[in-house]
């Protein structure tokens, strides 16, 4: 084997090894002494994945002491009526439970806690261990599925402009070179890829990808279902390479084939009847605009990316550029068939 062939793509080495990001302080030692005896009574999809949790919770009115574990208190400008942020260290999955419930515990001794629409759950997962296609093909199935997350977190979510769905944006145009744009993401999307590398936009570098779908919540089993979500995306994520979602995002043109996809990658989370009556083929068209413009683009000469985005959002050009070819109207569609990919997680 040659040295050319030896040597791994840096799309395909760890962001860990690429960015060099300095350790995390995890507390191991500290927590598994306050954890030693404790059960837990929900699975989770990974054991081991880290996470950060963040929860909005109003009328704090007295102080809470944490004596040193799982979480910290922060001011959060957006809150109201005493509102207070608590953010976790990072934790590994299996320890959502205990920090959750510790949490609630903590809170609740002298507070009465309130969640107005105003406060939030966000979730930070950990990528460090992923490699740049990992992420993106992590970011083409979140985009395929959004509308599976905002169903979970319900409707008022999908409408604030604190959490600005993907397929409501732009952004989805930078997944194809999210490395170079992930400094460029907005925070307000409702998942927020400007956690990996920082940005000026106000997102730190944490090495994660934020989920900021979810409401205020201190119920430790809505919680743990929302990371299983999320965890269930990067199960996939780390399974399929690049080059087949790609594929796969060419083969799907039916109901059917992408709910049996649906159904593979969530599993008993999976709300098939109801995805069924959601527009999520506004979802998969976007997506399909985002990967292959830059190819259609060349192709056929067109002159930015504006009119096309409003041509596939159903809006009507209000000028018609004079190389817009007609072939455009239709990406391209094959037999529906994902059975070509290995899916099997087990």
Same mark, same amino acid.
């Given at each position: 084997?040659?040295?050319?062939?030896?040597?791994?793509?840096?799309?395909?080495?760890?962001?860990?090894?690429?960015?060099?990001?300095?350790?995390?302080?995890?507390?191991?030692?500290?927590?598994?002494?306050?954890?030693?005896?404790?059960?837990?009574?929900?699975?989770?999809?990974?054991?081991?994945?880290?996470?950060?949790?963040?929860?909005?919770?109003?009328n704090?009115?007295?102080?809470?002491?944490?004596?040193?574990?799982?979480?910290?208190?922060?001011?959060?400008? #957006?809150?109201r009526?005493?509102? =207070?942020?608590?953010?976790?260290?990072?934790? =590994?999955t299996?320890q959502?439970?205990?920090?959750?419930?510790?949490?609630?515990?903590?809170?609740?001794?002298?507070?009465?806690?309130?969640? #107005?629409?105003?406060?939030?759950?966000?979730?930070?997962?950990? +990528?460090?261990d992923?490699?740049?296609?990992?992420?993106?093909?992590?970011?083409?199935?979140?985009?395929?599925?959004?509308?599976?997350?905002?169903?979970?977190?319900?409707?008022?979510?999908?409408?604030?402009?604190?959490c600005?769905?993907?397929? /409501? #944006?732009?952004?989805?145009?930078?997944?194809?070179?999210?490395?170079?744009?992930?400094?460029a993401?907005?925070?307000?999307?409702?998942?927020?890829?400007?956690?990996?590398?920082?940005?000026?936009?106000?997102?730190?570098?944490?090495?994660t990808?934020?989920?900021?779908?979810?409401?205020?919540?201190?119920?430790?089993?809505?919680? +743990?279902?929302?990371?299983?979500?999320?965890?269930?995306?990067? /199960?996939?994520?780390?399974?399929?390479?690049?080059?087949?979602?790609? /594929?796969?995002?060419?083969?799907?043109?039916?109901?059917?084939?992408?709910?049996?996809?649906?159904?593979?990658?969530?599993?008993?989370?999976?709300?098939?009847?109801?995805?069924?009556?959601?527009?999520?083929?506004?979802?998969?068209?976007?997506?399909?605009?985002?990967?292959?413009?830059?190819?259609?683009?060349?192709?056929? /000469?067109?002159?930015?990316?504006?009119?096309?985005?409003?041509?596939?959002?159903?809006?009507?050009?209000?000028?018609?550029?004079?190389?817009?070819?007609?072939?455009?109207?239709?990406?391209?569609?094959?037999?529906?068939?994902?059975?070509?990919?290995?899916?099997?997680?087990?």
């Amino acid at each position: 084997m040659s040295d050319v062939e030896k040597k791994v793509s840096k799309d395909d080495m760890s962001l860990e090894k690429l960015l060099g990001f300095s350790g995390l302080d995890v507390r191991k030692e500290y927590h598994a002494a306050f954890e030693q005896g404790k059960e837990r009574l929900f699975p989770m999809v990974y054991d081991s994945a880290l996470v950060g949790l963040e929860i909005e919770v109003e009328n704090i009115r007295r102080d809470v002491c944490f004596e040193n574990l799982y979480w910290e208190e922060k001011e959060d400008n #957006s809150l109201r009526n005493y509102g =207070r942020e608590f953010t976790s260290i990072p934790l =590994r999955t299996k320890q959502v439970e205990f920090a959750m419930n510790y949490l609630r515990e903590v809170i609740c001794r002298q507070n009465t806690p309130d969640f #107005s629409p105003r406060t939030s759950v966000h979730v930070h997962l950990n +990528v460090r261990d992923m490699s740049w296609n990992q992420i993106r093909t992590f970011l083409c199935l979140y985009a395929m599925f959004e509308r599976h997350f905002f169903l979970l977190a319900g409707g008022t979510r999908e409408k604030s402009i604190f959490c600005v769905p993907l397929y /409501k #944006s732009k952004q989805s145009f930078d997944i194809p070179q999210i490395e170079k744009r992930c400094t460029a993401w907005h925070k307000y999307n409702a998942i927020n890829c400007g956690t990996i590398c920082g940005n000026g936009n106000g997102s730190s570098m944490f090495g994660t990808i934020e989920f900021r779908h979810l409401y205020g919540t201190l119920n430790t089993k809505e919680v +743990v279902d929302w990371v299983n979500n999320i965890l269930c995306l990067r /199960k996939a994520a780390v399974t399929i390479p690049y080059p087949e979602i790609r /594929k796969i995002l060419e083969t799907i043109n039916t109901t059917s084939a992408y709910l049996a996809l649906y159904r593979t990658i969530f599993g008993e989370y999976a709300r098939p009847s109801q995805m069924a009556k959601l527009d999520f083929e506004t979802c998969i068209t976007r997506l399909k605009l985002a990967l292959w413009t830059p190819e259609l683009k060349k192709k056929y /000469k067109l002159k930015g990316e504006s009119l096309l985005y409003t041509y596939y959002s159903s809006v009507k050009p209000k000028k018609i550029d004079p190389y817009y070819p007609k072939e455009w109207a239709t990406l391209p569609v094959f037999t529906p068939n994902v059975d070509h990919v290995q899916l099997d997680f087990n």
